[in-house]
């Protein structure tokens, strides 16, 4: 669904449409982590019995209660979460293989795929979590805390007008970090736990900063604010 144009093929979408993003609310796309519309793919299709979405294995999608799970874990009966936010149970999933590659980015990291609410970022291991010093940290969390710089380069100060993608349409943006990430996960156990709360810290300091970066930013001009009486020089009169 895009403002002012209503469904269209996710081939057609350009930076800066507006996309639904959840009930009634809209968000333009800055990026995209896969742009690949002539490639041929392997997705799974899942549908419900109102709608039919398409998706690769590792993709995150919202299902009970708005948990974002690869679809490679939906099983019949699993409740997605629809543009209105209703509930439909999955009535069937098969595999295809279809053309087109696309994974657009938004600011809230969500996106409303064929009447289906969707993430915009994909889960590592077959899994909805990956497990950090104990405590079970969601894909769907730490990708877009991940995304924070990115976010601020193409969205917060719009200077991508246009992106570069590699041969495999992934953008260059994404395909460096995904490539770490995955060379992290296949660390010996040590180093993997060293390495994922190193990860962990940082994402939570991009999580801080964006989400309390308007107030940090408020404080600091007060902080600067109150302190310029003090720094003007004092003349003595003779």
């Not at 087109?100 to 064929?114: K, L, M």
């Amino acid at each position: 669904q895009i403002l002012g144009r209503g469904p269209t093929r996710l081939s057609e979408v350009e930076i800066n449409d507006k996309v639904m993003v959840d009930i009634n609310r809209y968000e333009p796309v800055y990026s995209f982590g896969h742009y690949s519309p002539d490639s041929r793919a392997e997705f799974l299709e899942i549908s419900t019995s109102m709608s039919t979405l398409q998706v690769s294995r590792d993709h995150l999608v919202f299902v009970n209660n708005r948990q974002a799970v690869p679809a490679s874990l939906i099983r019949v009966g699993d409740e997605v979460t629809d543009e209105t936010g209703s509930k439909t149970p999955v009535t069937s999933i098969k595999n295809v293989v279809a053309e087109g590659v696309f994974a657009p980015f938004t600011p809230s990291g969500t996106i409303v795929v064929d009447n289906i609410l969707a993430s915009s970022y994909v889960a590592f291991e077959d899994s909805a979590f990956v497990t950090i010093g104990g405590i079970r940290w969601s894909y769907h969390w730490v990708a877009h805390a991940f995304g924070f710089p990115h976010r601020v380069w193409c969205y917060y100060l719009k200077t991508c007008p246009t992106e570069t993608y590699a041969a495999n349409g992934i953008s260059l943006w994404v395909g460096k970090p995904h490539t770490w990430a995955l060379r992290l996960l296949g660390q010996p156990a040590l180093f993997r736990t060293g390495g994922l709360a190193l990860l962990l810290a940082t994402l939570l300091f991009f999580n801080v900063l964006e989400q309390w970066g308007v107030v940090i930013l408020c404080v600091g001009l007060l902080l600067f604010a109150a302190r310029k009486p003090n720094s003007v020089s004092r003349v003595k009169v003779h």
